[in-house]
């Protein structure tokens, strides 16, 4: 049911929004040709504010009006009441369903009329009163003043199904007293997506809940960054601001980041800096706060790219091995061939000597020969010399003496 309230025109004039929106447009999620509008107003008409925006004090009572405004041909029946406002998850202004009792601002309200019939093209202004309960806590307190129609419309499968309708302007009340403004980062989850491109990083996505603790409505910065060990390939985004976070409301964002080098194991921070909504003066400044969390990031492809480069360094080195045994084997047969041939060679040279030698010795001049001969070399030189002194010493007759 509420989802079906959701998707009504009213959810417009509600929806998200960092600041209060204009007045409403005319609604045209009810039957065709009836729409009609909500907006704050005087005892005479609209006087153009976008929002019902107080300061009260606890206990403080005062009076106001709103403006309900027929825009359709024909006479509209429409309920009135006030609600408390939410954030959802999204970070969108909304209203509780009309099935739920306020406790919060919206039950602070009370309208002198709780179901008004308006004419044709007519305004209706409704006064009604806001008490502050005297043990009301300081801050910003969110609600809405709607008018609702309930039409039945059946859905995709045939059933009948009721639907609200609803137009609203809202409420935002502060309580003085001490405010505490401040967001917190909650529920930090980081994955990091490689590229296939090794040389090119990849892409970090974060998911957290940004949560106002404090108690002023609040908008925010995002921030998220990342680096590897000892600050290695540090990046930082800055994303677009948040919508307004009401007291005590919730919204999940959702942060990437490219060009994040896979470093194995990186640290990733989430941060949230809060901001004034409007004009807002906030004493104290709001603090921020951070969330970090582990996140791996294995580089496959740079890894597979380095085990490829690897693999033909191998290769270029094991060809060059290959080639130098090559030449070394080659070169080692060719002086185990040159050995072989050079020992061949010493062995015939040495056969041809050994044959020589007989017929040196026998080629000497022979007894009786030709006088021209050459003398035999087979004689010692020092038996030649002592026959030549014999042969020249002179015949001595040493048998008998001399003759008187």
Known sequence: MRLLAAIATGIILLGAAPAPPPPAPPASSAPSAVTWGVAPSSAKGPNGRPAFTYKLDPGATLTDYVAVTNHSARPLTLNLYASDAFTTAQGGFDLLAGGQQPTDVGAWVRLTQRSVTIPSTSRLNVPFTLTVPNNATPGDHAGGIVASLAT?????????????HRVGARIYLRVTGELQPALTVENLRVRHTGSHNPLAGGTLT?????HNTGNVRLTGRPTLGAAGPFGLGRR???????????????LTTTVRM?????????????AVTPAAVGDQVLDPPPQGDTAQVTVWAVPWPQ???LALLALAVWALVAARRRRARQVARAVAAAREEGRTEASQKTERMSDGQDAAVPAAV??????????????????????????????SR????HTGKDEQ
């Open 206 to 210: 974060a998911t957290f809940t940004v």
């Open 258 to 270: 490219t060009g994040v080098p896979p470093l194995f194991r990186l640290i990733a921070s989430a």
């Open 394 to 397: 002179p015949d001595i007759d």
């Open 303 to 305: 890894l597979a790219l």
């Open 236 to 250: 930082s985004g800055d994303p677009a601001a948040l919508p307004e976070i009401l007291p005590g409301g919730e």
């Open 152 to 164: 039945t419309t059946a859905d995709a499968q045939g059933n009948q199904v009721a639907v609200d």
């Open 362 to 391: 026998g080629a000497g001049p022979r007894a009786g020969g030709d006088g021209g001969a050459a003398p035999d070399r087979s004689t010692p030189d020092a038996d030649r010399s002592e026959r030549s002194r014999e042969d």
